[in-house]
């Protein structure tokens, strides 16, 4: 029996636990407007929210990453649901913005806690053949969370403005009694390697990123991050931007980016793992980048509301396959004692992303709302362009070790 069948119970748990996280910040896209009414906040109160969740998050993410390889998953997975419950508990009851950065801060800490340790836990429970199955399982849940997020905080905002976070916190605090009494430790502290620790133990954030760019996996950490930052520009300003141009409504826009991430999600869940094994990450990796600087130039390009469904359609199907594949290929190239610390790497490189691709994505729509979309475009296709290279390299380097 596949380590995959034998772990399908504590994989479950683990996709419930990333979707929910995903879901708590999906929760406030449709409740914003009203607290901006609320606290009497204005957007770039909100813009800086969005930066101080990230920001934590780069933060926290390469300690927590260091913390699961030593204290073992459970521990990490389960502190971090504990943040996050705290987290949308404050939220639900904040009166002033100081309140709500706090809040977004937590929930950045807890998610950097969360996401690579389960990352990392599905590295130590799944074969070599199984890791790109078990990633995409675990990248459905963040992409189902993401979907899901703004219904249901539009939904529970119908019995109060200050109930979808009640229920986040509520929700988070069970799973985290659940996961501690039921989830097994995938990788105790006694397999923990001290040299490893003590030297990681001793490095800044700074050190870290560093350090990585003399790991074998680094080009893996950069498309992390032009992954991040290319998508944070294409939906930091997609509603912005089909208002601007074809005057879509609300729901225009929520159909477009709802149908899209739902496609992502089937293919993660059902032909993902077949098509990593066929082509190879490398491949598909180099296939996608393209595929997404395509489709997002095209956006540029098509016109009418069926055009726009069908570009956003490929972009974040190419997305949704490149995210995983991308973690997978990473995994696969740490050594068994760094999963955490490569994963908690993974967590900070995408935070970056977030970071600066929606200030980036701003700055460029105040000078003309196509900006953006150009800027990603030629960011992917950049790198698109260093993987063939980088692939290239990688045979010579094999067929000279022959």
Request: one cysteine or more; a positive charge; charged letters at 10%.
């Amino acid at each position: 029996m596949s380590l995959l069948l034998r772990n399908r119970g504590a994989m479950l748990l683990l996709m419930v636990n990333i979707f929910l996280a995903f879901t708590g910040i999906g929760l406030v896209v449709p409740i914003m407007p009203t607290y901006m009414n609320e606290l009497g906040i204005g957007g770039g109160i909100v813009g800086l929210l969005v930066a101080a969740f990230s920001l934590t998050q780069l933060l926290i993410s390469p300690i927590a990453g260091r913390w699961s390889d030593r204290m073992g998953r459970k521990n990490i997975i389960v502190g971090g649901l504990i943040i996050f419950a705290l987290s949308e508990l404050l939220f639900g009851l904040a009166d002033a913005p100081w309140q709500l950065f706090i809040s977004r801060m937590l929930g950045g800490v807890g998610a950097a806690m969360i996401m690579p340790a389960v990352m990392a836990y599905v590295a130590d429970t799944t074969s070599m053949d199984e890791r790109a199955k078990g990633m995409g399982l675990i990248n459905a849940a963040i992409t189902t969370g993401f979907i899901i997020g703004p219904g249901i905080g539009g939904y529970l905002a119908e019995f109060g403005i200050r109930v979808p976070f009640f229920a986040a916190a509520v929700a988070a605090a069970f799973v985290a009694v659940v996961t501690f009494a039921v989830l097994p430790e995938s990788r105790s502290a006694a397999a923990a390697v001290p040299g490893v620790e003590k030297k990681a133990n001793k490095e800044s954030l700074v050190a870290q990123l560093v350090r990585s760019y003399r790991e074998p996996y680094f080009f893996g950490l950069v498309i992390v991050f032009v992954l991040s930052f290319g998508l944070a520009n294409y939906e930091t300003v997609f509603g912005l931007f089909v208002d601007h141009k074809f005057g879509f409504t609300p729901k225009d826009i929520a159909f477009v980016l709802t149908f899209g991430s739902i496609s992502g999600a089937v293919v993660q869940v059902t032909v993902f793992s077949w098509i990593l094994n066929k082509f190879g990450e490398s491949r598909v990796i180099s296939a996608c980048l393209f595929i997404a600087a395509l489709f997002i130039g095209l956006t540029l390009l098509v016109h009418g509301f069926w055009a726009i469904v069908a570009v956003t359609f490929i972009v974040f199907l190419s997305i949704d396959i490149l995210r995983p594949a991308v973690g997978t290929q990473l995994s696969k190239l740490a050594d068994e004692s760094q999963q955490g610390f490569v994963m908690g790497m993974n967590s900070a490189y995408t935070s970056l992303g977030n970071i600066a691709g929606p200030i980036v994505a701003g700055f460029l729509f105040d000078l003309d709302f196509n900006f953006p979309y150009w800027a990603a475009t030629g960011v992917l296709a950049l790198c698109f362009l260093m993987t063939l290279v980088y692939r290239k390299r990688s045979a010579g380097s094999v067929r000279t070790r022959v």
